[in-house]
């Protein structure tokens, strides 16, 4: 059985992907998918921020059982962590992308001088 944890931006699989691109479930190994539907506008610096975050929350949960509830926790503290990022204006929403949900919030205009 595949165990996974899907919020609105995080998506984490207890799987790898195979060279054919399809999950192969895995008790070893898992898989991040960072804002599947584009919301947001992504530089590098975030984005490795954002897997940096996920590789300390996976180490503390080091010796743990492998549970829905433990990859749940993970997700939900990333996509907390999604939050913060944006409200430092460090991501921004994607304005043309296909889903324009602002479920973070709002996006923050700024004024023109």
Do not use: C
């Not at 940096?52 to 996976?58: G, S, T």
């Amino acid at each position: 059985m595949l165990l996974k944890s899907t919020t609105r931006h995080i998506r984490i699989f207890a799987a790898e992907l195979d060279r054919d691109g399809e999950l192969v479930p895995s008790s070893q190994v898992l898989t991040l998918d960072v804002d599947p539907d584009n919301e947001f506008n992504w530089n590098e610096d975030a984005l490795q921020q954002v897997y940096r975050k996920f590789d300390e929350l996976v180490e503390a949960y080091s010796g743990a059982d492998l549970t829905d509830y433990n990859l749940r926790r993970i997700g939900s503290d990333l996509e907390h962590f999604l939050r913060s990022l944006l409200q430092k204006g460090e991501v921004s929403y994607n304005l043309s992308g296909r889903v324009n949900n602002y479920s973070m919030g709002l996006p923050q205009v700024v004024p023109d001088a």
